[in-house]
């Protein structure tokens, strides 16, 4: 109903018979696991949400379109877990985080559009923007990261081994164990490390972050 602020935890837990709903705008909070588990195909979360709890999509199988407007700056751990019909999501600019697990087990999901090209990834000390490693865990391998050349994003793509497509429409796929034949990798504690390699003949720079014996 109209003047509704909030949808509560497990509000739509495990309602497979739930397939459509129109979120009033009135709501600007949709708390744990709201729709978990549900029959949902599609839905659109409006402007007027700015706060989502953990698992609010998880275990949605039916769903395969999500419109994410301006509201939301975070996807919280598990969002999408296990929503094996999405196909695709546009990341808008206001996103600037994306928690563990949020997308894992989407194996349908075959690109994901960056907005916010600012965005890193890996172990936050603070709450900068970034991607935790295990965002896309149990995704399609050939799942495409569309951002800008140059970006965070693009590291993360290339340290996943999934699709990088620049926004012109130049896709680059990276094949981290050739890559490793060619490669040296320099260890700086202050930056962070670095790693050259070859592509094609063509030498790049990538910038990675954190222990380079830790979690690729």
Aim: net charge negative; charged share 15%.
């Amino acid at each position: 109903p109209e003047g509704l602020t909030h949808l509560g935890a497990l509000t739509f837990y495990n309602c497979t018979g739930l397939t459509q709903i129109d979120i009033p705008a009135s709501v600007t909070n949709l708390e744990n696991r709201a729709f978990k588990g549900s029959g949902l195909t599609s839905v659109v979360v409006p402007d007027t949400v700015t706060k989502m709890g953990y698992e609010v999509f998880m275990n949605c199988a039916n769903l395969a379109e999500v419109d994410f407007t301006t509201g939301v700056s975070m996807l919280q751990p598990r969002t999408f877990e296990n929503c094996t019909s999405l196909t695709t999501f546009d990341y808008t600019r206001n996103m600037c985080r994306i928690r563990t697990r949020a997308f894992y087990g989407c194996t349908a999901l075959k690109s994901i559009i960056f907005e916010n090209d600012g965005m890193m990834w890996g172990s936050s000390n603070g709450n900068e923007s970034k991607i935790a490693s295990d965002s896309f865990a149990g995704c399609n391998e050939n799942l495409e990261f569309v951002a800008t050349k140059g970006s965070h994003v693009e590291s993360y793509a290339i340290n996943k081994g999934f699709t990088f497509v620049n926004k012109n429409g130049v896709a680059i796929t990276y094949d981290l164990a050739s890559m490793a034949d060619s490669a040296t990798a320099l260890n700086n504690p202050d930056k962070g490390w670095y790693i050259h390699y070859f592509d094609n003949g063509i030498t790049r720079y990538g910038q990675w972050y954190g222990n380079p014996h830790g979690d690729w």
